[in-house]
């Protein structure tokens, strides 16, 4: 069972669903989760939405065999570093076999279940990866 | 009537059994079952897969086929008979995950197998009035057969989304006009709170399937005054592949105009996503001017027949997204422990 609030995964769903992060327009950085102000260019800083293809690569890996509570039965299962392509980075869970995995592989997103509050909870949706060729 | 299909996205998941591994389970023989289902193996959706995560992909392939604007569809419809909330819409998931909120309407349609067309219907209806610009309708399924039972060896997964517009430069094929032909009949269910259906044997075949697919099959063919020789294609509901081979038979139409859209064999049944996947695969060999007829079935009972023209735009968006032999191709297969536990058939204390 995970245990996240419903209000507290509501606020951020738009941007799990869509991959929907920040740009800012005066030094062109990226950003994912969005932010509210640029840490680089602070308060001259222009943020404005941005939608990520979620074509990206992985950075780095790990493959789980021990999980946390609400994850047992899904081992071995893939936990990655994935690097968008217009640069923010990223954890996610990849849907791959474990042998299939190499840091470099080009992915993209697919919507699945991250998880639910156990049968009478929300089931909670978002974007993982899988590699690009599937 | 001057609406039809913009576009269309198919999504099956990557896993297979096979019936031979459910049949060794229970002590069937597999070549009788094959051979009297014609189905050879079923999906089986991934363990973080269910009928609104099918819905998504299914739509985003639409819109990606089309190259169309999200905030044009004025409404999304879900057929589906495994939702997975008894209470909350699978169609607000897919709206929102696809960037069609929040000036739309929305709602989650059931009625068996025919759930996903009497989306397409009512799609049909609204872009016809300008009520909306485009209508998103979408058949998805993660089925469910009760382990052992008949139903187990084609209960599938998959999902088919169909956007429905008016504009003429946009349609890849015309929907000429849709007739539905409805009566209650007792012949498959499933209670609230329970998991899996129960089907009352006899009423399966003839009083169900066979007088509502012939009704609806038989009445539209009146209405628009064709007949089975002006289709190029046939497409009926596909829970095995015989009933839509022999209805197929029964209504004047030819195994060849039936088997291109005939993709029950390696996927099962998708429920709500059948007929509606048994269209796609036409589409995706059809050539402009190719006339199609479908109907689907739902228990409970009804039929909703179509009739469709492929247009020349066919040929632009086609390639756009993955076809459905694409889907099909490269399976993983699992062994029945691990089907089992996919489809949460084991039951944790």
Known sequence: MIFVSVARFWRKQVHRYNLIGTYCKECGEYYYPPRNMCPTCRRDGKLESYKFSGNGEIVTYTIIHTAAEGFEHQTPYVLAIVKLDEGPRLTSQIVVEPGEIKIGMRVKPVFRKLGESGNRGMIYYGTKFIPEYE | ????IVSYGAYIPRYRIKVENIARVWGDNADILIAGLMVTEKSVPDLDEDTATIAVEAARSAIMRSDIDAQRIGAVYTGSESHPYAVKPTSTIVAEAIGSTPVMTAAD???A???GTAAIQACMGLVGSDMVDLGLAIGADVSQGAPGDALEYTAAAGGVAYLIGKKKSELVAVIENTYSFTTDIPDFWRREGMSYPEHAGRFTGEPGYFKHVKGAANGLMEMIDTKPSDYDYA???QPNGKFPLRVAKMLGFNKEQVK???????LGNTYSGSCMMGIAATLDQAEP??????????SGAGGDAFSITVTDRIEDIRNGAPTVEDLLKNPIYMDYAMYAKHKGKIKLI
Do not use: N, Q, W, Y
Not at chain 2, 1 to 4: F, K
Not at chain 2, 289 to 298: C, Y
């Open chain 2, 109 to 111: 349609f059931e009625l």
């Open chain 2, 235 to 237: 497409v009926f509901h």
């Open chain 2, 260 to 266: 291109p859209g005939l993709v029950v064999s390696r």
């Open chain 2, 289 to 298: 001017g190719d006339r199609i007829f479908a109907t689907a079935f739902g």
């Open chain 2, 113 to 115: 197998c025919k759930a």
């Open chain 2, 1 to 4: 009537m001057s609406v039809g």
